[in-house]
């Protein structure tokens, strides 16, 4: 279940929160895997007007689902692909001199000046025009000259570590860097950017995580309402006695005698094998541990602690709930909850709740 109005809320009280900073959404990798069809239409509704995106199929998509907005394309600009994104009308965020020039280039070719971010790398070292790139666009303002640029960015690397020093080393960094180019409008925070507080959120803000539900201040309790539920139905229970095992590997033993309940989820619906032994679900109230190896389609539950007529065949089961689970089951995988969101697989259908409207 994807809740439309938790995300609509939440995009909300993070544009608030930004003290008059311009919001965007990111709707990168099918909206973190929540279906982009849904979400980028909801975000519009709820006032968001300017949406990023990683690559072009993801913006020609957004701009059928979105028509007016804005759009922009952090993957930046392909040598030939220029025609295209003219045609489709979408601002490539340009990560190298390289692409300043050949957009520009093709701007004056088409002798109208064409949109563009410009994106300036202050500690990432991944995407971004270095330090020494930056001065030497600064000797060369001509290349601005048939563009018209939205903003400067940055991202930061630490956002989520509220005292790591790289933050400030970054703000401190981004404004020395973009005082070499035009005065031009800048976007630095992300979504644990926009809880850095009032220096770090420029003209906009780029929130993704935040707005799917996830937490944006690690350590501390999670902000955001809730966006998604994950559930499966039980297909299978039976009785085990002490000293059968459960799953590949015998991988689980049980002590005890053990009520059993099988799941349709696995590894193939990005249910990862490393939640094996240490991922839970819930049935009602009660949260149940994950049994035995995560198969390719296949997850055991120990339900021994749900009274039997409350478990059973059809019995809906939950296995992301709440507003801290997703956060905390990606913990005990070894990972992140981004990957949990962008893993979820095709095989679920995904149910969309507006309000009382499902």
């Given at each position: 279940?994807i809740?439309?109005?938790a995300?609509?809320?939440?995009?909300?009280?993070?544009?608030?929160?930004s003290?008059?900073?311009?919001?965007?959404?990111?709707?990168?990798?099918?909206?973190?895997?929540l279906?982009?069809?849904?979400?980028?239409?909801?975000?519009?509704?709820?006032?968001?007007?300017?949406?990023?995106?990683?690559?072009?199929d993801?913006?020609?998509?957004?701009?059928?689902?979105v028509?007016?907005?804005?759009?922009h394309?952090?993957?930046?600009?392909f040598?030939?692909?220029?025609?295209d994104?003219?045609?489709?009308?979408?601002?490539p965020?340009?990560?190298?001199?390289?692409?300043?020039?050949?957009?520009?280039?093709?701007?004056?070719?088409?002798?109208?000046?064409?949109?563009?971010?410009?994106?300036?790398?202050?500690?990432?070292n991944?995407?971004?025009?270095?330090?020494?790139?930056?001065?030497e666009?600064?000797?060369?303002?001509?290349?601005?000259?048939?563009?018209?640029?939205?903003?400067?960015?940055?991202?930061?690397a630490?956002?989520?570590?509220?005292?790591?020093?790289?933050?400030?080393?970054?703000?401190?960094?981004?404004?020395?860097?973009?005082?070499?180019?035009?005065?031009?409008?800048?976007?630095?925070?992300?979504?644990?950017?926009?809880?850095?507080?009032?220096?770090?959120?420029?003209?906009?803000?780029r929130?993704?995580?935040?707005?799917y539900?996830?937490?944006?201040t690690?350590?501390?309790?999670?902000?955001?309402?809730?966006v998604v539920?994950?559930?499966?139905?039980?297909?299978?229970?039976?009785?085990v006695?002490?000293?059968?095992?459960?799953g590949?590997?015998?991988?689980?033993t049980?002590?005890?005698?053990?009520?059993?309940?099988?799941?349709?989820v696995?590894?193939?619906?990005?249910?990862?094998?490393?939640l094996?032994?240490c991922?839970?679900?819930r049935?009602g109230?009660i949260?149940?541990?994950?049994i035995?190896r995560?198969?390719m389609d296949?997850?055991?539950?120990?339900?021994?602690?749900?009274?039997?007529?409350?478990?059973?065949?059809?019995?809906?089961v939950?296995?992301?709930?709440?507003?801290?689970?997703l956060?905390e089951?990606?913990?005990?995988?070894?990972?992140?909850?981004?990957?949990l969101?962008?893993?979820?697989?095709?095989?679920?259908?995904?149910?969309y709740?507006s309000?009382?409207?499902?």
């Amino acid at each position: 279940m994807i809740d439309l109005g938790a995300l609509a809320a939440n995009w909300q009280m993070l544009r608030d929160r930004s003290q008059g900073a311009t919001c965007a959404g990111m709707v990168k990798a099918n909206a973190y895997g929540l279906g982009v069809r849904r979400v980028a239409p909801a975000l519009w509704k709820a006032g968001c007007r300017n949406f990023f995106t990683a690559n072009m199929d993801g913006a020609v998509m957004l701009r059928a689902l979105v028509p007016k907005a804005r759009v922009h394309v952090l993957n930046g600009l392909f040598e030939g692909g220029e025609d295209d994104m003219a045609a489709n009308g979408v601002i490539p965020v340009l990560n190298d001199l390289g692409q300043i020039e050949r957009w520009s280039s093709f701007a004056r070719k088409k002798e109208r000046r064409l949109p563009a971010a410009i994106h300036i790398d202050t500690g990432m070292n991944r995407l971004g025009l270095p330090p020494y790139e930056v001065e030497e666009l600064a000797g060369k303002p001509e290349l601005l000259d048939s563009l018209d640029v939205a903003h400067v960015m940055s991202h930061l690397a630490c956002a989520d570590e509220a005292g790591h020093p790289l933050n400030r080393e970054q703000l401190d960094r981004f404004n020395r860097l973009r005082a070499m180019l035009p005065d031009l409008p800048a976007s630095l925070a992300n979504s644990s950017g926009i809880f850095l507080g009032h220096d770090y959120h420029f003209d906009m803000v780029r929130p993704g995580y935040a707005v799917y539900g996830g937490n944006p201040t690690p350590g501390a309790a999670n902000p955001m309402a809730p966006v998604v539920t994950l559930r499966a139905r039980i297909i299978q229970v039976r009785n085990v006695a002490p000293g059968e095992t459960v799953g590949y590997g015998g991988h689980f033993t049980a002590q005890k005698a053990t009520r059993v309940a099988t799941i349709p989820v696995g590894y193939a619906d990005g249910y990862l094998r490393s939640l094996s032994g240490c991922g839970s679900a819930r049935i009602g109230n009660i949260e149940i541990p994950v049994i035995g190896r995560v198969s390719m389609d296949l997850v055991t539950l120990d339900i021994s602690a749900v009274p039997d007529d409350k478990a059973g065949v059809g019995t809906w089961v939950e296995l992301i709930w709440g507003s801290k689970m997703l956060d905390e089951l990606a913990a005990r995988a070894g990972t992140i909850g981004y990957e949990l969101l962008t893993a979820l697989g095709g095989r679920y259908p995904r149910v969309y709740r507006s309000g009382e409207s499902v």
